[in-house]
């Protein structure tokens, strides 16, 4: 592995820096590096929701998280909506704002089979994702690349998203709940429908820009 780098001299990814840094990360929220003075003392400690005991513990933790992360969602689709010129991806916005709050709606049937709360938790990944895509939205620069730079954004979300559904579906699957199978499913096919629809709209649109 090369000095300065995560990865080794193929160019892969070397796993044993990457959970070096999840350590160290770690380490610095709680306030504890093993051998020093402070051991012990926790100068930011993290909040735990509730322990990790059992998968449906695992599995309403990020259903929350995915409520969260969805109701945050519907409230940024209409301003990158306005801010696309695109009217291909304008419409893209607009269509999956609609679907968003159906994804809400399929999470919140899904916490009442399951006998749980949706809420009680703020997704801090979809945070920072809207912030990004909102600082986009008012950097100045030429409306075409503005709206490929609204596509980048977009597709990280649903990236997150189709993540997230993917694990719950496999979770609600192993416990042997298939009604939350059958019903949050259908909402990790519309995620992965989405990116496909971004890309096929970025695709589109970069044979013009890339020629300028």
Known sequence: MRRGTLHDATGRMDGRSVYGLVFQ????????????????????????????????VL??????????????????????????????????????????????????QAAEILGISPRGKS???????????????????????KDLALIAAAQRVEHYEIAGYGCVVAFAEALGHKDVVKLLDLTLQEEGDTDKALTKISCAALPQVAAR
């Open 59 to 108: 599995l309403t933790q990020e259903i929350k998280d995915l409520y969260s992360a969805e109701t945050q969602l519907v409230k940024a689709l209409p301003k990158m909506a306005k801010a696309a010129t695109n009217p291909q991806l304008k419409k893209g916005f607009e269509d999956h704002l609609v679907q968003t709050e159906v994804h809400v709606q399929r999470l919140e």
């Open 25 to 56: 990360w770690v380490a610095t929220q709680i306030g504890v590096w093993p051998g020093s003075c402070n051991q012990g003392m926790k100068s930011n400690p993290i909040q735990v929701m509730s322990k990790l005991t059992t998968l449906e």
């Open 123 to 145: 997704c801090k990944a979809m945070l920072g994702l809207v912030e990004e895509g909102s600082e986009v939205i008012h950097e100045d620069g030429a409306p075409e690349i």
